[in-house]
């Protein structure tokens, strides 16, 4: 008999907390319930992407300062204007008729010892009697 009750006192139990269990489940579920759930979770993600985007932000300015300090452009380095070297001709180059200061003064001289000229090229071609093997076209030699 003793027995018995106690099983008895154990099934009770165990059929309150599941229907407690049972009833959580449902009242989680219930269509308010999981509008809250996703409007708080939304509340927390956007707490999120603001937290990140000001630590995004306080990084790009640390980052700032630092470029602005290592190119000197925070105003604390002093910058000369740049010198003009005067041009001078290498020895063996001829002058080049260009007003001084010009982008075509600072040209280098050019000169073409390889490359035959057109009109030596033409001439070649123009000798009578020959072609281009260096054979006469007569049928002599």
Do not use: C, Y
């Not at 165990?14 to 049972?22: E, I, R, S």
């Not at 319930?33 to 995004?56: E, M, N, P, Q, Y």
């Not at 105003?75 to 080049?96: D, F, N, Q, S, Y």
């Amino acid at each position: 008999m003793v027995r018995r009750i106690f099983w008895m006192a154990v099934g009770a139990g165990a059929t309150v907390w599941a229907m407690n269990k049972a009833n959580e489940a449902v009242h989680r579920l219930t269509p308010d319930s999981l509008s809250g759930t996703a409007a708080r979770g939304a509340l927390h993600l956007g707490d999120a992407a603001k937290r990140f985007a000001r630590d995004v932000r306080a990084g790009m300015a640390e980052r700032e300062e630092q470029l602005r300090a290592d190119l000197g452009l925070d105003g604390t380095a002093v910058v000369e204007p740049p010198r003009r070297r005067a041009l001078r001709p290498e020895p063996g180059h001829r002058a080049i008729s260009a007003a001084p200061g010009s982008p075509a003064a600072a040209l280098p001289p050019t000169r073409s010892t390889t490359t035959p000229s057109i009109a030596e090229s033409r001439q070649r071609r123009a000798l009578p009697g020959s072609n281009q093997t260096g054979r006469t076209t007569d049928g002599v030699g």
